[in-house]
Each structure stands twice: as C-alpha cells, then as structure tokens.
C-alpha cells in the first residue's frame, strides 16, 4: 500500500511503514471505527468455551491475540467460528469439560490468553496440558500466576524454576484460597476467579491497586455470583456457578482509540470523531491524565451496551501541557503509556510517569523500547527505573526506528512520525496486527494534506 505519505514495504523478515509528511504538513480529519476490545474479546471466547450453550459475539477483535486464543479453545474442544467477521459463535462446552489437547497449546504473543487459561487448565482434574507461546511470550514472567495457582493446588512446571513458559500443567480439584496480590494486574486476578470457578467455595483476589474489571462483569453476566469490595480491591468468586451461554457485544477498544486521541491532539488544525469506544472506569485513565494535560476531547452519545459504558469522543488539536502520572491511575493507563509518552514529546514542560515498571515485561521493554524510539526521532526521554522523564516542546527528526516486535510502540512511534520533519521508518509494524489489524488503512483514511 502506497501513497505519497504512507508507505509499506516488504523487507525479508519485517513490514516497514514509512510516514512521510510534506513540509508543508498535514491534518488529520474524519470519522473513525475503532477494533473490537482486547480484553472484552479474549475473556468472551473463554467464557463462551467454558458454559452452556451458544455464545455469540459481536463486535469481536479480529486481531491476531484473539485468534490465539480461540484456537487454544478449539484445541480443547470448543466449537468457535472462524474469526474472519465480528460476529463470532461458540457452542460451549460446559464448565470443567475442556478435552484434554493432542498438542501444545500455543498462546502466540498473548499474555492475557496464556494467564487466563492457565487458571482453568490448572483446575481440570486428571487432564495434561502443555502451552507455549512466541519468543516475547517465552520471555515473560509466568510466576505472577503459577505461585498463587500453586498455593491453590496446582501442578504446573515450567523453564527456569516454573517462572517461564513453556509450562505442563497436570489439572487438580484446587482449593479456596484468598490471594492478596503483590501487583495490579487484571490478567492475575482473572487467572485466580478462572481458576476458582470449579472449586468448592469461595476464591478471593485483593489487588493494590484497581486494574481492569472485565472478568468481574463477564463472569457475572454469564451467571456466576461474586462478591465485590471496592474498599479493599477486593472480588470473591462463589466456586462452581452455572455458566450460560450469553450474547456479548464487545465495545471499540480504548487503548486502540488512545492512539487516535494523541494523534489528534498533537497534528495542528485536526478533529477526528472516534465511535463506539469503550469507557469503562478501570479503563479511562487515559482520559483523565489527557485532560490533566488540558486537551480538548468530548464524551458524546454516552450510553451503556451488554454492561460496559460506550460513547463516542470527539478529539479537536490543542497545545498539551506537561503533567506527573503515577499510583492508582497507572493500572487505569496500562497500555496507554508509549502513546502517551508521544503526547508529552509535543506538550510544553516536563511530563513525567513514575510506578510503571510492569511495562518493562510486556509484549517488549515498553519503558526501553519507547525511549531509545523517541529519542532517535530527536525527543528528550530519560528512562527512570519505573518510568519516564519527558521534555516536551519537541521537534521531531524522522529516522529509522524499531518497534522491538511491539504492536503498541509500533503504531506510538508511527503516531510520532506524523509530526517528523523528515521520513520516519518503523521497522517490523506488521506487529499492529495483533490488536489492530486496520491500523495502517485508517491512518491513511484520516489524513488530509
Ligand atoms: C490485560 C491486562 C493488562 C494489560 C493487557 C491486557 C487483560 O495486563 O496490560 O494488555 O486483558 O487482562 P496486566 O494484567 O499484566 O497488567
């Protein structure tokens, strides 16, 4: 695909995309449709797998994680249509009757499918799994969740003292336990409920910190009964629901819209329209920390679909002010920090983003990967051992840079290269395509010259 802007080209081990604005620059206008949510998606396939009945999905991620995960599912005996449209349907299988795979399992580059299912493959007694994934998956740290699976019971045994995949997992009845979490991840908290659905009572997770509550609203919505402590971060799953299947409309994700809002901010005399986004509470840091830094975004049409809150957010270009973002709000932003870190390149003063050392085990070294890319764009990004320092005012290069095989610092440094006076090349952005296959065809869609 090719215009005089937007480029990609084919290299033998990597797609580059090339974003060249003419010196005279560019606007960005339009409407935009957003990809399904990630997280919505990964959770209604294993839901749909587990329970009784049809499950149908709308609105489903066609990326790649989400096909991970439904060919895992399939494995075990799930019946799940081809995902090649959005509208997704299961015939679930019932809780605790995942068949025994003839393979490994292999989760690719998805972290959130190879926790989750963890939970559920460790509680199918007196069956054996194997699961694997990509070289970045291989590389994560599994022991968030194998240790409070332990504690409940588990077998599973990994590489390097049970802390890497590949993991064998031979299932057990497991026990009640109460896990009081050492970090605020969603995908820990989800292992645990998962793995307590097929226990005799009650599962409790304490977290330190909010993270995202899809499992919490799915889980209910397809029958199970928990018990919520928003105090104390708390959620307790009453073991062995009746699971039904459900209809699930998934909302556009918030974390693939983040890079629609920062693009409009930053790119002079823009206003993109962005439709169907996901809002929920655990969801919109990004929003508060983008008003904290004065941008100009509306909430439209607010409305709530199958349990989650929806509007449509109306992004007009203004100039960004610097902020400090930390605590609480950093599980609200998880995956929001490389583009946010982009918006600070362009606001004036300092930004800087502290408590955020979980993204130096994600899909790469986000802290890392997003510095050494910006910084060779010409930004002033001091990595901090749990965050960033940025200098704002910036003016942008263009120059190659590496997207480490990442599909968010990918499409940031591609948001980035909308403001460099020069060519700027991402190598290896076919990594979009893990949650969000459109990526390159609506950028080009938006921008007006
Ligand atoms: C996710 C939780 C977050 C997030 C990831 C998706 C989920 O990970 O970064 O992209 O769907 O539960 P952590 O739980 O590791 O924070």
């Given at each position: 695909m090719t215009n005089s802007i937007i480029t990609l080209k084919n290299q033998p081990d990597s797609q580059d995309l090339i974003i060249n604005p003419p010196s005279k620059g560019i606007t960005l206008q339009g409407k935009i449709q957003i990809p399904g949510d990630k997280s919505i998606s990964h959770r209604a396939l294993m839901l749909g797998a587990i329970s009784e009945g049809i499950t149908t999905i709308q609105?489903?991620?066609?990326?790649?994680d989400p096909q991970s995960t439904a060919s895992c599912f399939r494995a075990m005996g799930a019946e799940i249509s081809p995902l090649n449209t959005t509208e997704v349907t299961i015939k679930g299988m019932g809780l605790g009757n995942l068949q025994e795979p003839q393979d490994v399992l292999n989760a690719g580059n998805s972290g959130t499918t190879i926790r989750l299912m963890l939970g559920l493959l460790a509680s199918h007694n007196n069956r054996f799994f194997a699961v694997t994934g990509d070289n970045s998956l291989r590389s994560r740290p599994m022991s968030r969740v194998v240790k409070p699976l332990q504690e409940m019971g588990a077998h599973i045994w990994g590489r390097k003292q049970n802390t890497l995949a590949p993991l064998a997992i031979a299932g057990k009845q497991l026990k009640p336990i109460h896990y009081h979490s050492p970090i605020a991840s969603a995908q820990v908290k989800s292992c645990i409920l998962l793995g307590g659905l097929m226990v005799d009572g009650k599962t409790t997770v304490t977290e330190p910190a909010l993270s995202r509550d899809h499992s919490e609203r799915m889980l209910q919505a397809f029958g199970a009964e928990l018990e919520i402590d928003g105090d104390t971060n708390s959620v307790t799953l009453i073991g062995q629901p009746h699971l039904q299947g459900q209809q699930v409309v998934v909302p556009g994700d918030i974390s693939s819209a983040a890079f629609w809002l920062i693009a409009g901010c930053i790119v002079p005399d823009s206003e993109l329209y962005i439709e169907?986004?996901?809002?929920n509470p655990t969801r919109t840091g990004i929003l508060e920390v983008l008003e904290m830094m004065n941008a100009d975004i509306s909430l439209e049409n607010q409305r709530v679909i199958a349990g989650e809150p929806i509007a449509d957010l109306r992004v007009k270009s203004c100039q960004l002010q610097g902020c400090e973002i930390g605590g609480s709000l950093i599980p609200r932003l998880i995956d929001e920090i490389p583009i946010l870190a982009v918006a600070a390149v362009f606001a004036q003063g300092i930004t800087t983003i502290k408590?955020?050392?979980?993204?130096?085990?994600?899909?790469?070294?986000r802290l890392a990967a997003i510095a050494s890319g910006l910084n060779a764009l010409g930004a002033k990004v001091n990595e901090l051992p749990d965050g960033l320092e940025i200098t704002g005012g910036g003016n942008l290069e263009g120059i190659e840079v590496d997207s480490f095989k990442d599909h968010r610092i990918a499409m940031s440094l591609a948001i980035a290269g909308l403001r460099g006076k020069n060519a700027t090349t991402i190598h290896?952005?076919?990594?979009?395509?893990?949650?969000?296959?459109d990526f390159v065809e609506t950028l080009q869609s938006i921008i007006k010259v």
């Open positions: 609105g489903i991620l066609l990326g790649e169907n986004v996901g809002i408590d955020a050392a979980e993204l130096r085990v994600k899909e790469s070294d290896h952005a076919e990594s979009a395509a893990i949650s969000y296959p």
